[in-house]
C-alpha cells in the first residue's frame, strides 16, 4: 500500500497554534516586564534630577545652616532662611508626586554635609544624593 499524504490534518495546525500561541504569550511577558522596568527607570532618574537640583541650588546661593536640621516634605517643615531651596516640600512630574525629605549635619566647623532623599510612589521608592559644603 502506498500511503500518499495530501495536506496536514487538524492535529498538526492545532500543534503549531498551540507553539505560537505560548511563543506569543513569552514575548508579551518580556515586553510589558520591559516597560514596568522603563517606567521605574524614568521614575528613579526623574528623583535623581530633583536631588541634585536641590543640591545645585544649595551650591549657588551657599545657604546653608551651620547646626543639625531636618525637612520633612511629608510633612511640610517651615524653611530657615530660604533653606532648602524649591522644589522641597514636593514637585509632581507626569503626575507622580516626588516628596523631599532634606537633612543638614555639621561635619567639622568648616564642611556641613547636606543630604536630599528623595520618595516616591507612597514612600517605596527612595533616591538620595548628598554633598558637603564650606559655608
Do not use: K
Not at 543639625?68 to 522644589?87: E, N, Q
Not at 512630574?93 to 543638614?104: D, E, H, K, Q, R
Not at 567639622?108 to 548628598?130: G, N, P
Amino acid at each position: 500500500m502506498n500511503w500518499r499524504r495530501r495536506g496536514i490534518n487538524l492535529a498538526e495546525i492545532m500543534l503549531a497554534v498551540g507553539i505560537v500561541a505560548v511563543a506569543m504569550l513569552a514575548l508579551i511577558g518580556v515586553f510589558t516586564s520591559g516597560l514596568r522596568l522603563l517606567a521605574q527607570s524614568r521614575d528613579s532618574q526623574t528623583a535623581t534630577q530633583l536631588a541634585r537640583q536641590v543640591l545645585e541650588q544649595v551650591r549657588v546661593s551657599g545657604n546653608v545652616p551651620h547646626n543639625a536640621l531636618t525637612f520633612d516634605g511629608s510633612v511640610p517643615t517651615p524653611r530657615v532662611a530660604g533653606f532648602p531651596p524649591p522644589p522641597y516640600p514636593t514637585a509632581t512630574v507626569a503626575n507622580l508626586p516626588f516628596t523631599l525629605f532634606v537633612t543638614t549635619q555639621p561635619i567639622r566647623s568648616d564642611f556641613v554635609a547636606v543630604r536630599v532623599e528623595v520618595r516616591w510612589q507612597q514612600q517605596h521608592r527612595i533616591m538620595t544624593e548628598s554633598c558637603f559644603y564650606a559655608p
